[in-house]
């Protein structure tokens, strides 16, 4: 295993959710096309998708100069409607670039959180992706713009019926499941990219095993107390050895803790 430094100088400490210097991505198209297979599309698009669009759009403005550059990603962020994954309460504050909670003691990652972990991985239109912690299905729905197809596991019951209530009603076609993320979507593998959103002491085995050769995974690791260290695994071989993944050392974050095995 290749362990290279960490690559960012700045610190994001702010409360994340389970779900943060920009590491190289290859530039992709810069909207998803009128006609997307990921994508419901029915003869009326869901409200949402045409409100609050100068918001987004002064978000991704801002989400640039912070150096996130990848097109692709920018162009995810400018279409996925934030306000419509999080509750009454806070809603006005749907395009502030901080965390926001979703109820269940869970937070809404701030959206720089998921536009660098989402550049981090470089989804590309064949990738299929796996995400670990689905909250309100925000990141989720980002992957769905980018990724070929996504999955997504939410420990949490009510968070997992919300999030399905949310994807669902914006047209999204995303596989979920309610359970431990810990071992990952092994009947799905192998996955080209995995975001994994909530911190765990250490990279669960699992979820490299189920990472394609080539394969991205992005993951917070270090216990609650502690700052964690946002990771990127990228697998070079087949197998379990240190050689078969480069590990790059991110930014330091601070993430809510793995629920299930991945927490102990």
Known sequence: MTVRPIIAL?????ACTRREPSPTATPGTTAPPAADP????????PRAFGERVAERDA??????RQGVKHERVLAALR????HAFIPDSVKGMAYADQPLPIGSGQTISQPFIVAF??????PRPTDKCL??????GYQAAVLAELCERTWSIEYIPEL????QKN???LGYRIELRTGDGYVGWPEAEPFDVIVVTAAPQKVPQPLLDQLAVGGRLVIPVGARSEVQVLERWTRTSLGRGANAFIVDRLLDVRFVPFLGDGGR
């Open 10 to 14: 700045c610190w994001v400490l702010s």
């Open 38 to 45: 990921r994508v419901d599309t029915p003869a009326s698009p």
């Open 59 to 64: 978000l991704v403005r801002d989400l640039a």
């Open 79 to 82: 279409r996925v409607p934030r």
């Open 117 to 122: 972990m989402t550049e981090a991985v470089a």
């Open 131 to 136: 995400e670990i912690g689905t909250g309100s």
């Open 160 to 163: 997992a019926e919300q999030a």
């Open 167 to 169: 994807l669902a009603g």
